[in-house]
Nanobody, 114 residues
Framework: VQLQASGGGLVQAGGSLRLSCAAS????????MGWYRQAPGKQRAWVAN???????SYADSVKGRFTIFRDNAKNTMYLLMNSLKPEDTAVYYC?????????WGQGTQVTVSS
């Protein structure tokens, strides 16, 4: 399985971005999936996850601002990020939930300017 995160970029504080995670392979639909991020100088941290059936959970730092959703027909997961803050600046990764060590991709950079 390969996971490719995309959609990052530079945005001003208060702005929005939508990240995508495209998965190859047929097992995507059966897996709980998650978004993670790594800020400069910090360890990678969990952001949100979504079960195969669609139930979701969020880190407190993003709750109410970020929305995770998935399209199993397209083998794709998304993260809609609203009201972005400079502290959201990080490389964002997608993976299973909990993560599978072999499936970390390159991630996508999100930079929020103040």
């Amino acid at each position: 399985v390969q996971l490719q995160a995309s959609g990052g970029g530079l945005v001003q504080a208060g702005g929005s971005l939508r990240l995508s995670c495209a998965a190859s392979g047929s097992i995507f639909r059966a897996k709980a999936m998650g978004w993670y991020r790594q800020a400069p100088g910090k360890q990678r941290a969990w952001v949100a996850n979504i079960a195969s059936g669609g139930s979701t959970s969020y880190a407190d730092s993003v709750k109410g601002r970020f929305t995770i959703f998935r399209d199993n027909a397209k083998n794709t997961m998304y993260l809609l990020m609203n009201s972005l803050k400079p502290e959201d600046t990080a490389v964002y990764y997608c993976n299973t939930a909990p993560p599978t060590s072999l499936w970390w991709g390159q991630g996508t950079q999100v930079t929020v300017s103040s």
